[in-house]
Each structure stands twice: as structure tokens, then as C-alpha cells.
């Protein structure tokens, strides 16, 4: 049984099983270590409020555990709410459940809010902070890693959970033809052209450094012996060069960054979703919202041909 919720329910609570069958099947279906960790963590504090055997779920002990985290955010609450959601399915699927209690509760609604990218120039200087593009011989292989590890997400614009988890077979490194597989979100894989040669090399140079040859490529451990680097030591690791070179971005920003570059270059919406893994465009027309050179030129352009009238 998984040890976390062993350490949280003990064995013998009587929804303890059905978790980790449940955290087992996702698992088994595909899901990425970072979901099952949000399912994990959003279930057990579920179960502060139900107790029982799990065929005695109803709708009462969900509105409880809405009502007890509504100082969240919308998002977290619609994300927690899910997780309940789908472990209800799972259930009623299982005959462990004879009614679904979910289809009484309401939906949460989540305002759009417009991303936020963060500016060149302050990504430059943290990602500087670290190690230069042609490090000294004598820089340690963990701020080598770090480096590719945080350029990976910014000019890749891949998500940081995707980042930690690549593999080095991901990566396809033929001269000129560089490309890397990134396993997104619902096991969806998409391939994504590595077209900064100042990255490649870079990358070229960690791989020989750290002197891998299978498994991951960002490891937690300097010795290499190590299994994949986590998000959260990998969050944590950012948050620290951001406070030494006195910037304030979060992690997730570089992916921004990237997209709104990508917008204001004038690469297609469609190219940009697919790089990005956005399972529909809606999510990507966010960034055309923010400020875009490309409508900005189109404008002036305009305005100077009706001025010269």
C-alpha cells in the first residue's frame, strides 16, 4: 500500500484500500507522477470528512470539504473537486458506489485570467545567475543541470513537471535536426524542434559532464545514481536563483514567456498550441490578450498609411 497514505489513514481505515486501488489503476492507465500526487493529496484531505466505508459516500460530507477549503482559489477548489469527482467514477465503476453523489454537487466556475510572462531580460539575469552558456570547467554539474533544466522549460516552453520527467531516449540529438518528446498532460506526446543551437550545445555539454547514458536526464542526486529531479526540488531550486539575482518570477512564468514570444514573432496560433501541448486553441488565444507586437506594428502601419492621405 502506498506508505503516504499508510502514514496519513493507517491500514486499517476503511477507505484506505480503495485509494490506493484507485491511485493504482490511474497509474496503470497512464497518469504522470505529479497527477497522482495532486490525486493523493486531494483525496486525503477529502477523507477529514468522510470516514465510513466508501459505499456510504453521499453528497453532504463533499459539500462539507468545499465548504471547509473555500479560502482557496476557484482553480485549486475545481481541481480538489475533480480529484473527488474522479474517484467517485471510479467507484460507482467498481460497484462500490451505487449512485455517483457528484451529480449533486454543483460545478465551479473559474474566471479566465490572462497569463502572466515574465520579462526577458529578468529571465536572462536568473538564468545568468546560474551558470553562463559556456560554463567554466569548474561549475558544478548540479547548476549545469540546473541551467539546461530551467532553459528546457523557457525556450522549449514545455511545463516544469514535463521538464523534470524527460528521459534520455526523449531526446533525438542528430546534428541540425535536434528534437526532444515531451510526455504532456493525458499521456499525450508531442515532438518539439530544438532550434536554439546556443541550447543544444549546452545540453551537449551537461550529457557529457554528468556522462549519462540512459535514464533520466535531470537527476536529483550530483552523483547521477538518483531517480528523476522533482518538481518541488525543482520549483524550490528556482525560487532560490530568483531571490539571489533579485527577480521575482515564478516558475511556471517561463513557459508564458515563451508563448507570448512565439505570439509576437508572428508564429502561428495552431504551431504555438502544438508546441505548448494545449489540448485546444482557446487556451492559447489567451496569449494574443496580452501585449502583441505583431497587432502593434499592424496598427502603426495602418495609422501611417491613413496619414499620408
Request: charged share 30%; with cysteine; glycine share 6%.
Amino acid at each position: 500500500m502506498d506508505p503516504v497514505i499508510v502514514e496519513h489513514l493507517g491500514r486499517e481505515h476503511p477507505l484506505a484500500r480503495h485509494l490506493d486501488d484507485f491511485l493504482t489503476d490511474r497509474k496503470n492507465a497512464g497518469a504522470s507522477p505529479h497527477t497522482l500526487r495532486a490525486y493523493r493529496g486531494d483525496i486525503l484531505q477529502f477523507t477529514a470528512h468522510c470516514d465510513g466505508e466508501i459505499a456510504e459516500l453521499t453528497a453532504p460530507p463533499i459539500r462539507e470539504f468545499l465548504t471547509a477549503i473555500d479560502a482557496v482559489s476557484a482553480a485549486t477548489r475545481k481541481r480538489k473537486r475533480a480529484a473527488v469527482a474522479s474517484w467517485c467514477k471510479w467507484a460507482v465503476r467498481h460497484d462500490l458506489l451505487d449512485a455517483n453523489p457528484m451529480d449533486k454537487i454543483d460545478t465551479i466556475k473559474v474566471s479566465k485570467y490572462l497569463p502572466r510572462p515574465a520579462a526577458t531580460a529578468d529571465i536572462t539575469k536568473v538564468l545568468g545567475s546560474i551558470c553562463s552558456r559556456r560554463p567554466r570547467k569548474d561549475v558544478p554539474l548540479d547548476r549545469l543541470r540546473d541551467r539546461v533544466l530551467f532553459e528546457t522549460i523557457y525556450v522549449r516552453g514545455t511545463r516544469a513537471a514535463e521538464a523534470c520527467s524527460l528521459d534520455l531516449d526523449d531526446f533525438d540529438l542528430r546534428q541540425d535536426d535536434e528534437h526532444v518528446r515531451i510526455h504532456g498532460k493525458g499521456g499525450t506526446v508531442r515532438t518539439v524542434l530544438l532550434d536554439d543551437h546556443g541550447y543544444v550545445a549546452l545540453l551537449k555539454l551537461y550529457l557529457s559532464r554528468a556522462g549519462y547514458r540512459f535514464g533520466p536526464v535531470f537527476r536529483a542526486s550530483i552523483n547521477g545514481t538518483g531517480g528523476p529531479l522533482s518538481y518541488d526540488a525543482a520549483h524550490h531550486r528556482w525560487q532560490g536563483y530568483c531571490e539571489a539575482a533579485g527577480v521575482d518570477i515564478e516558475i511556471h512564468q517561463l513557459r508564458h514567456a515563451h508563448a507570448t514570444e512565439l505570439i509576437n514573432a508572428g508564429v502561428s496560433i495552431e504551431v504555438v498550441r502544438r508546441r505548448l501541448g494545449h489540448a485546444s486553441t482557446e487556451t492559447t488565444q489567451l496569449y494574443t490578450l496580452l501585449a502583441d507586437d505583431v497587432a502593434d506594428t499592424e496598427i502603426r502601419a495602418a495609422r501611417r498609411r491613413r496619414d499620408r492621405r
